[in-house]
C-alpha cells in the first residue's frame, strides 16, 4: 500500500501531505511491525535455558526498545529531506512517533494478555508511558540527526559530544547520554537502610527504591543539544535548495503514480506466504509454551517406540503424547477396544516442557467414547509418554487446536491477500457509461 503523492505545485507544508512524507508505506510498516511482535518472544527464549518462562514485564520492556527504535528510523529519513521547515518536522516526527510507539506497545499489552496470556513478574508502574515518551524524544533526535547528515562534520561533533558526556557523568547520580535510556525505563536503584532491622543476611535490611527523572534528565538535554544543531544547519543552509519543494520527488510521474510493477508484488505476495508459513507455527508453538498453566508431564504411561501403551479413557475427551528425550516419533494412533481408529492430530511448532528431561508436545487424540484404548507411535529410538493434554491460557490455546491445513492457511493468508489485491488492481475499468443529451 502506497500514498498518492502530491500533485505539482502542492509545497508539502500542509499536514496531510508532511504525514505522508513521514509514513510513505504504511501497509509495509504494519506488516514489519506484526512480524517483530510474533518473533520477539521466540527471539528472546532462543538464548535461554530450556524451562524459561517470559513474563509481562520483559515483553513489554522489549516493545518500548523496538518502538523507539522504528520512530528513530522514521525520523532520521524523514529529516534528510531538504524539504520542509524544520519545527514542522519535528512537531510531525514527535506526534507521529507518539502515536505509533502507543498503538505498537498497546498490541503488546493486548497480545500477552489475550493471545498468548503470560504472568506479571513485577508491577509495570508505568512503564508503557514511559516507553511512548521515550519514543517522542527518540523521534526528535532522529530529525536532527537525519538534518545533520548532510554535515558530517557536525554529526562527528556530537557523537563525540555524547561519548564526552557519558565520561564526565560516569560515577555521579546523573547517568551519561548513552545510559540514560535503560535507566529512564528501568530506574537507578538507591539503597536504603532499614530502621532496627537485624539480620543475619544484610541484604534483608535493604530497601531499594528506583528514580527515573536524573535519567529523563539526562535524555531531554541530549535532544536538546542536537535539535539545536541541526537548526543551526539549516539556517545556515538556505531552505529549497536543490530540492522539489513538495517534498516529493516524481510527482506527476506516471510511473510513480503506478507504484511497483505487478511481478514484483507477486514475488513480494510469494515471499510473504513462505515467512508466514514458517512463522506462524514458530509463533504458535512459542507461545503455547509460555501460556501452558499447568502440564503433567512424567505422569502418564510411558513406553519405547514400537511398543503399545494402553491407556483407560473414562470420558470422551482428549489425549496427548509426548516425545521423550531428543528422539523423534512419528505414525502415532489409537485403537480401541472395539478396533476402532483415531489418527493423532499434530501440534504447530515445537512445545518442549521440562529442564532435565524435555518432553516434547508431538500432538492431541481426540477420543470419541470411553473404554481401554491402545497408543502405539513408532520412531527410530527413545520413547514417548501418553497423558493429559497441556492446560493452555488464551487464544493460542485455540490455535492449537487446529488442524494442520488451517495452520497453513492462516500462515499464507497475508501473501494470499497481497496477490488478489495486485490481480485486482490489474483488471481494466470500465469507463463510466455517460447518459446522452436528450
Not at 535461554?48 to 522514521?74: E, F
Not at 534483608?204 to 531531554?220: D, F, I, K, N, Q
Not at 494442520?404 to 496477490?419: M, T
Request: proline share 9%; charged share 15%; net charge positive.
Amino acid at each position: 500500500m502506497r500514498f498518492r503523492r502530491p500533485p505539482p505545485g502542492v509545497t508539502g507544508r500542509e499536514v496531510r501531505h508532511a504525514v505522508r512524507d513521514w509514513l510513505p508505506y504504511p501497509g509495509r510498516i504494519l506488516a514489519a511491525a506484526a512480524a517483530v511482535l510474533l518473533l520477539t518472544l521466540p527471539a528472546l527464549g532462543a538464548g535461554r535455558y530450556a524451562g524459561w518462562r517470559a513474563d509481562l514485564r520483559t515483553l513489554t520492556t522489549a516493545s518500548v526498545v523496538v518502538a523507539s527504535a522504528g520512530a528513530l528510523l522514521l525520523a532520521a529519513r524523514y529529516g534528510a529531506r531538504a524539504a520542509g521547515r524544520l519545527p514542522e518536522r519535528f512537531a510531525v516526527a514527535t506526534i507521529g512517533g507518539g502515536l505509533l510507539a502507543g498503538a505498537y506497545v498497546g498490541a503488546t499489552l493486548l497480545y500477552f494478555r489475550l493471545v498468548v496470556p503470560l504472568e506479571v513478574d513485577g508491577a509495570l508502574r508505568g512503564l508503557p508511558v514511559r516507553g511512548v515518551a521515550l519514543a517522542v524524544l527518540a523521534g526528535a533526535f532522529g530529525v536532527a540527526l537525519g538534518a545533520l547528515l548532510r554535515r558530517p562534520v557536525l554529526l562527528l561533533a556530537l557523537g563525540v559530544l555524547l561519548v564526552g558526556g557519558q565520561v564526565a557523568l560516569a560515577g555521579t547520580a546523573v547517568p551519561g547520554p548513552l545510559a540514560a535510556v535503560r535507566l529512564w525505563l528501568v530506574g537507578s536503584a538507591q539503597p536504603h537502610d532499614l530502621p532496627g532491622c537485624v539480620s543475619l543476611a544484610p541484604s534483608e535490611c535493604v530497601a531499594w527504591t528506583y528514580r527515573h527523572w536524573p535519567a529523563g534528565l539526562s535524555l531531554t538535554v541530549t535532544v536538546l543539544v542536537a535539535v539545536m544543531a541541526a537548526l543551526a544547519v539549516r539556517r545556515a543552509a538556505p531552505e529549497g535548495t536543490g530540492a522539489d519543494p513538495s517534498g516529493s520527488e516524481g510527482a506527476g510521474d506516471p510511473a510513480a503514480e503506478r507504484g511497483a510493477p505487478p511481478g514484483r508484488r507477486y514475488a513480494v505476495a510469494a515471499a510473504l506466504v513462505v515467512v508466514g508459513l514458517v512463522l506462524i507455527p514458530a509463533a504458535i508453538g512459542n507461545g503455547v509454551r509460555q501460556a501452558t498453566s499447568a502440564v503433567t508431564t512424567g505422569t502418564g504411561a510411558s513406553a519405547p517406540v514400537g511398543s503399545p501403551v494402553e491407556v483407560v479413557v473414562p470420558r470422551p475427551g482428549r489425549l496427548a503424547v509426548f516425545a521423550v528425550g531428543l528422539g523423534a516419533i512419528r505414525d502415532c494412533r489409537a485403537v480401541a477396544a472395539d478396533s476402532g481408529r483415531v489418527v493423532l492430530t499434530p501440534v504447530p511448532g515445537t512445545v518442549r516442557y521440562g529442564d532435565g528431561v524435555s518432553y516434547r508436545w508431538v500432538g492431541t487424540f481426540r477420543l470419541p467414547a470411553p473404554g481401554r484404548w491402545t497408543v502405539t507411535c513408532a520412531g527410530d529410538e527413545g520413547e514417548y509418554l501418553v497423558g493429559d493434554p497441556p492446560r493452555v491460557e488464551g487464544l493460542v490455546g485455540r490455535l492449537v487446536e487446529l488442524p494442520r491445513p488451517l495452520v497453513w492457511l492462516l500462515g499464507a493468508l497475508p501473501g494470499l491477500l497481497v496477490a488478489a489485491h495486485t490481480a485486482l488492481a490489474r483488471r481494466p475499468r470500465r469507463p463510466p457509461v455517460v447518459a446522452a443529451d436528450r
